[in-house]
């Protein structure tokens, strides 16, 4: 077996140790490695003559992405995980007492165990690369780091900027983390390996005693603002308890109490900094044991993995096809939508934007919003002048249609209109090419309906992006029954440089985001029409995981919008899409949500601030009397329940390639609590028997709407699931 890591000294005594694991294209942690390091730091500890070490990356891109999920995936006990946390500290402690100097040189993400092991060094330096990106993410798997990360991190950064990183997993670039001095200096990746040994000189010189006042930067933040700030806020008991306190209410507020894991992070950097390393080092062994065998982790870290594998999978079933290559981009329509989607097109995926709309102002305004967005990233320090410039250089603006020629992909993004979509899409087939592929943004309306209107359906296809665009993850590409396959694995290839999840989908109205959400909304307005009150329903569903209540979202997407959605959907589905009759009135009563100034709640001002549930709502409805009270968690079921029952309709009728897909749009696209891996995973925790004798009992008290669905049925009579069971 070939071997990942390898050693070479120089006639100056610097080492330089390269990890390369073969047959992997990034470098990821595995426990066969733990063997690999020992040998390499006995050889280290017993080489004469050797006065520093340097670990290098061998591959061309990345430092260490982590630890391989997969053996993690497969622990079996809370004890085998225990095991696993204890072997990677043992390596991080072994390099940590080498007496040499020690320096990581760090270029591309180097995340996770990748960061913990690069911890464990005298220094670290970073290339100035874009892709250049440190993180401890293992909150986001419902975790905590298992390699030391909980005890050193504090130690190196201070406990406030040490917990917001553990407690969100947010990724710092080369900049943000020098700020913070968890690297001690950022240069260009060409020049990072002599840098590195440059700092391991000066580091081996110095002594052991001295090695962190040898770079200026590291005395001036490590050993100033930062010493300071962790001693105010670690060093002594009181400081620690009030950052502690502080930061546990912003975990609840945040988590509602659902997601152990932050808590578990709290936890042990308490132990650590109040019993001292090595009571920190076994309390986060244990943590991360108990933590592995959680429900909450085990949904997580399986969504992660369909994550990773939507990423290869072409959204086509051919494996000949191939996707167009998408060098121009053109999108019409110069609102929030379609500014967000030139955003994404010239910054992420680094394709040339012609932006148009009906005049110059309206299109260069568009253009303009970017332009302030992009400043506001240069001043916060995320992205350079230069790059921004470039960005900027991608998009032209104006109000000719025929800036379109010699696009190869046109997105529109106008209003939910039917005819001006299919306008639009005549008028591009006359100025744009003939191999162009047309995607049309909407959220309902059908793609083939919009198709029709033009002469090359089969290069027609839906791209539906969610608001807003620069931050929602997920794009669900609409396939008509018309579109080629090539317009579809086109779509899809310019999501993912975009930087967006892609799930492919059937076309039909509402095609699965839409369809799914509609049935959770309406039977929320028919709680209040009940005569729930408004912030009770919304306080039950973010009770259940959702980032916002149903109302709340029903404001922000707009009612008005709201109805015209509804309506396409009671006219295709009949009765079990329609609202409750007296939400049509809303939109007639100026009642159009936050953008009206009123809705479920009141703001501020139209647009702005939400201040509180408007009663007057539900005189609108009709409600049948006032305050009615219910248990939380039966009125998050009828909701929820509704969004699971419509989700498993739609892989019935083929909307879905699989639960898979259905599972990720829905906890990406519609905020689907992720510790509950989406609506297939939970109706495989629930059990399909259960499930359906549920729908029942509600259908019994509630109406037809809540039938169980017949695949649904189908799984109860012979004890079926929709995901494969792992094997444990």
């Known amino acids: 077996m070939t071997a990942a890591l390898s050693l070479q000294i120089d006639a100056e005594g610097i080492a330089m140790l390269s990890l390369d694991v073969p047959g992997q294209a990034v470098n990821t942690l595995r426990a066969e490695l733990a063997d690999e390091f020992d040998m390499l730091i006995a050889r280290v500890q017993h080489e004469r003559g050797l006065r520093a070490l340097v670990l290098v990356s061998g591959k061309p891109e990345g430092f260490i992405a982590g630890a391989d999920l997969e053996p993690v995936r497969e622990l079996a006990s809370a004890a085998q995980a225990q095991t696993l946390s204890r072997l990677m500290q043992a390596v991080t402690a072994r390099i940590a007492a080498l007496p040499c100097a020690t320096v990581a040189a760090i270029h591309g993400e180097c995340l996770g165990g990748g960061l913990e092991l690069a911890l464990a060094f005298d220094a670290r330096i970073v290339s100035d690369a874009p892709g250049t990106r440190l ?4 909150v986001q798997l419902g975790l905590l780091p298992g390699g030391g990360g909980t005890q050193r991190l504090p130690r190196l950064v201070g406990l406030s900027a040490a917990l917001d990183l553990l407690l969100t997993g947010r990724r710092l670039d080369a900049s943000r983390a020098r700020r913070i001095a968890l690297v001690d200096d950022v240069v260009p990746h060409a020049d990072l390996h002599e ?15 001295a090695r962190r006042a040898v770079c200026a930067r590291a005395m001036d933040r490590r050993l100033g603002r930062v010493a300071l700030a962790h001693w105010l806020a670690a060093c002594n008991p009181l400081g620690r308890a009030v950052v502690f306190a502080r930061a546990r209410a912003a975990v609840h507020a945040r988590t509602r109490g659902l997601y152990p894991a932050p808590e578990r992070i709290l936890d042990v950097v308490r132990t650590g900094l109040a019993k001292g390393l090595d009571a920190g080092l076994q309390a986060e062994a244990a943590a991360f044991g108990e933590l592995c065998m959680s429900s909450q982790s085990r949904e997580l870290v399986d969504l992660f993995f369909a994550t990773t594998a939507l990423k290869k999978d072409p959204g086509v079933d051919e494996i000949a096809v191939q996707p167009r290559a998408v060098h121009r981009v053109g999108i019409v329509g110069a609102g929030l939508m379609g500014t967000g989607i030139a955003r994404v097109s010239a910054l992420d995926a680094g394709v040339r934007v012609t932006l ?11 253009r303009d919003r970017i332009a302030a967005d992009l400043a506001v990233r240069v001043a916060r320090g995320r992205m350079t002048a ?5 960005v900027l250089a991608r998009i032209e603006a104006g109000a000719d249609m025929r800036d379109l020629a010699g696009a190869d992909l046109v997105i529109e993004a106008v209003f939910e209109d039917p005819e001006l979509k299919r306008r639009i899409l005549r008028d591009v087939e006359r100025h744009a090419g003939e191999q162009a592929v047309f995607a049309t943004n909407t959220s309902a309306i059908a793609i083939a309906g919009i198709a029709a209107a033009g002469t090359r359906p089969a290069q027609v296809a839906g791209m539906h992006y969610f608001s807003p665009v620069e931050r929602m993850p997920l794009l669900e590409v609409v396939a008509a029954a018309h579109t080629a396959p090539g317009t579809v694995a086109t779509c899809v290839a310019l999501g993912r440089r975009q930087g967006k999840t892609v799930v492919v989908v059937r076309d039909g109205p509402g095609f699965y985001t839409t369809r799914i959400l509609a049935p959770y909304m309406n039977e929320a307005v028919r709680l209040v029409s009940e005569g729930v009150a408004i912030e009770t329903v919304d306080t039950a569903l973010l009770d259940f995981g959702f980032p916002l209540g149903p109302l709340a979202l029903l404001d922000e997407v707009g009612i008005d919008v709201g109805e015209k959605v509804a309506a396409t959907l009671s006219q295709a589905f009949g009765a079990r899409m329609q609202p409750p009759p007296a939400m049509a009135g809303s939109a007639a009563h100026a009642r159009l949500g936050r953008k009206s100034g009123r809705g479920f709640y009141r703001y501020d001002a139209p647009g702005g601030v939400r201040r509180g549930a408007d009663d007057g709502i539900h005189r609108l409805l009709g409600a049948r009397g006032r305050g009615r009270t219910a248990p939380a968690h039966e009125l998050a079921e009828r909701c929820v329940l509704q969004m699971v029952n419509e989700a498993v309709r739609c892989l019935h009728e083929g909307v879905l390639r699989s639960a898979r897909d259905g599972d990720v749009a829905a906890v990406f696209g519609l905020g689907f609590p992720p510790f509950l891996g989406g609506p297939f995973r939970y109706a495989d925790r629930l ?14 008290r509630h109406g037809a709407r809540f039938e169980a669905a017949p695949m649904l049925q189908e799984l109860a009579a012979c ?5 494969v069971p792992r094997p444990v």
């Open 687 to 700: 059990g399909a028997g259960a499930l359906a004798a549920r729908l029942e009992m509600l259908a019994r």
């Open 356 to 366: 148009v709309d009906r005049d110059e102002a309206t299109a260069r305004g568009g």
């Open 135 to 138: 993180a401890l993410p293992e």
């Open 719 to 723: 004890g079926g699931r929709f995901h």
């Open 386 to 390: 230069d790059a921004r410039a470039a």
């Open 195 to 209: 840098q590195a040994k440059s700092l391991a000189r000066r580091l081996a010189t110095a002594g052991a005693g």
